[in-house]
């Protein structure tokens, strides 16, 4: 049975830092097994164990399209061979060990509107280190690192389609319960005092005064 969330809007500020601002001004460095780039359409094909490295932003797949618009900005598709999954990872903002990571059948990365698009069995998440803190599944999952937004549908177009089934969003406790307190090791149980007998009552004879 297929767990596919139907519709979902999530604005998680909450629980969302964005994605590193610092990201944006670094150079990306780009890895592969072969290459061919066309100059006059800026069209850079790559395979083979494709890895592009910019910031703390690494984006990974055996295939990748990188258009480059007049004004320096990528735009990048990743694609996966069959069996396996394009992936990303990438630091957010708001503390020392947060992050965000996804995978699926094909990923387009926006380089100018930082936007995320994850196409075919795609899955987000959240961590604080290693610990996961929210997850998503769906066909459908953009993340927009900007205003801090995820939007999932249970088709692989990008468009919600009845009876195509259900999704599963997992969140995890911000803050751990205490436990409840117990006595210390050798300390004397307290049993609580039994309550006191109800005074007796007395039924008067007759003919007594």
């Known amino acids: 049975m297929k767990k596919f969330l139907a519709i979902a809007l999530l604005g998680l500020a909450a629980a969302t830092a964005s994605a590193e601002k610092a990201d944006s001004a670094k150079q990306a460095v780009i890895t592969y097994d072969s290459l061919e780039t066309n100059e006059v359409t800026q069209v850079t094909i790559l395979t083979g164990n494709v890895v592009v490295t910019k910031g703390t932003l690494i984006l990974k797949s055996d295939r990748a399209v990188i258009k480059e618009t007049p004004e320096g900005d990528m735009f990048v598709t990743l694609t996966a061979s069959a069996g396996k999954a394009a992936t990303f990872r ?3 903002d708001g503390g020392p060990d947060l992050w965000i990571e996804g995978q699926a059948q094909r990923i387009e990365y926006d380089e100018r ?5 994850l196409f ?4 987000i998440r959240q961590l604080e280190g290693q610990k996961p803190t929210n997850e998503i599944e769906s066909e459908f999952i953009s993340y927009d ?3 801090e937004v995820f939007v999932a549908r249970n088709d692989a177009s990008g468009v919600n389609k009845p009876g195509q089934g259900r999704g599963t969003m997992i969140i ?7 436990a409840p307190a117990t006595p210390a090791a050798g300390a004397p149980a307290v049993t609580p005092a039994p309550a006191p007998a109800p005074a007796p009552t007395t ?3 007759a003919g007594n005064p």
């Open 90 to 92: 990438q630091k957010r």
């Open 113 to 117: 509107n930082d936007m995320m698009k």
């Open 120 to 123: 075919s069995n795609a899955r």
């Open 145 to 147: 690192s900007r205003k």
């Open 172 to 178: 995890a406790p911000r803050k751990p319960r205490a």
């Open 203 to 205: 039924t008067p004879v």
